[in-house]
Each structure stands twice: as structure tokens, then as C-alpha cells.
């Protein structure tokens, strides 16, 4: 069995400053992760994925990820906000293992001001 | 390429009412998925394939029958459709990657459903 969560429901930055949202997962195998994107009235993206070669992970739009297995974590980072990040990002988490489906965390509503 | 491609986009359903939901994708992808997102839970996986002429449950299967007839379609069935059931629906392919795990799914636009 897997699972996500997600620990902020929304976070709220200023444009320019730094971006933290944070995913725990728990896995019976060793796991793919990825971080999808959605904005508002649209389909979802994919940011980045994991799965088993190197443990930090660049994506689009300046976003990466870094994945520690000790901490059983895989927190989404960007060094600056910009207007455009506003949307919401989940947390997504596959084991390796046979015939094995994508498990969703609840979301975390990124909110930009200017 | 179209990717995935979900029709309709929209529809308004009283209860009991029927209808079906087709997804279809032109990436030859051998697993394919059916989501529904609502407020606050995001997305919960409702039947899944593995391959053509296979189906399986996920979390939130009842009230959905689904088909998968040939390998691009995945059709999402409502027999008797439920305020319950309005939620937007969100159809996904993927390839089967080594030792039959998942690679990245690829989303279509979503069906944006009420029933009324």
C-alpha cells in the first residue's frame, strides 16, 4: 500500500522569495515520485519525477525536488516566486512493483502575491 | 499529437440519468486511469486498466463501470448518476516501465460533471 501527504493545505509567498512545499509519502516498495501542477480551470502537469537514479531532481520552470528516503520525504522547491507559480501542486507517489498505480496527495494551493 | 482526449468536456446530468465518459489516447500507452477531483481530496483513482480488455477498482469504484475495448479508448461509465458523482473527471494513460511500474501519466483536460 502507498500514500502521500501533503503538510500544507496552502502556503502564501511574496513574488521574489523563496518556495517550500512539503510531501511525505510512504511506500511497501521503492518508490517513483513525481509533482504535478495544475492552474486554475486546467489539466494537469507534469513539474519533475523521481525515479531511482539521482536524488535531486531539476524540473520545468526552476522548480526541483529532493528525495530522502531516511526522512521518508520529497519536498518541491524554487528559489523565487514568480506571478505565474500560483496554482496547485500535488504530490504523487508510485511503487515499483507490478501493475501499480498513482496515489495522489490532497494538494497544496500555492498563492503569489505581488 | 492529441495525447489524451477526453469527451464530452461538460455535461449537466438529473439523477438517474446515464452516460459515458470516453477517454482515448494516441501514445500506445498500456495502462490507463480514471480520477475524479473534488475540493480538498485531490485526485482518487475510480477503475484503472493494465491493458487492453483488462479492468481493475481503485479506491472509488462504485456507482462506475468502465470498458476498455481496444487498447487508445477507456470509456467511464454512470448507470444511474447521484449528486455525489458531480465532481470533474480526469482521464490519464502511462507506460508500463520496468518491472511493470509506472512511468509519468499524461492527463487529458478533464469533464467537468453536475448532477442535478
Known amino acids: 500500500a502507498q500514500s502521500v501527504t501533503q503538510l500544507d493545505s496552502h502556503v502564501s509567498v511574496s513574488e521574489g522569495t523563496p518556495v517550500l512545499l512539503r510531501c511525505n509519502y510512504s511506500?511497501?516498495?521503492?518508490?517513483?515520485l513525481f509533482w504535478y501542477v495544475q492552474h486554475p480551470n486546467k489539466g494537469l502537469q507534469l513539474l519533475l519525477k523521481?525515479?531511482?537514479?539521482?536524488?535531486l531532481v531539476k524540473g520545468i520552470n526552476g522548480f526541483e525536488a529532493e528525495f530522502k528516503k531516511s526522512e521518508t520525504s520529497f519536498h518541491l522547491t524554487k528559489p523565487s516566486a514568480h506571478m505565474s507559480d500560483a496554482a496547485e501542486y500535488f504530490c504523487?507517489?508510485?511503487?515499483?512493483?507490478?501493475?501499480?498505480?498513482?496515489?495522489f496527495g490532497k494538494g497544496t494551493m500555492l498563492l503569489v502575491s505581488p | 499529437n492529441a495525447g489524451v482526449t477526453q469527451t464530452p468536456k461538460f455535461r449537466v446530468l438529473k439523477t438517474g440519468q446515464s452516460m459515458t465518459l470516453l477517454c482515448a489516447q494516441d501514445m500506445n500507452h498500456e495502462y490507463m486511469y480514471w480520477y475524479r477531483q473534488d475540493p480538498g481530496m485531490g485526485l482518487r483513482l475510480i477503475h484503472y486498466?493494465?491493458?487492453?480488455?483488462?479492468?481493475a477498482k481503485g479506491e472509488v469504484p462504485d456507482g462506475y463501470n468502465v470498458s476498455r475495448l481496444k487498447k487508445q479508448n477507456f470509456l467511464l461509465g454512470l448507470e444511474s448518476a447521484a449528486p455525489s458523482q458531480t465532481s470533474v473527471y480526469f482521464c490519464?494513460?502511462?507506460?508500463?516501465?520496468?518491472?511493470?511500474?509506472?512511468?509519468?501519466?499524461?492527463f487529458g483536460q478533464g469533464t467537468r460533471l453536475t448532477v442535478v
Open positions: 523521481y525515479t531511482s537514479a539521482a536524488t
Open positions: 504523487v507517489v508510485s511503487p515499483n512493483s507490478g501493475y501499480s498505480t498513482l496515489t
Open positions: 490519464a494513460s502511462s507506460y508500463r516501465g520496468p518491472l511493470g511500474s509506472n512511468t509519468e501519466a499524461f
Open positions: 511506500s511497501s516498495y521503492s518508490p517513483s
Open positions: 486498466s493494465v491493458g487492453e480488455g483488462t479492468t
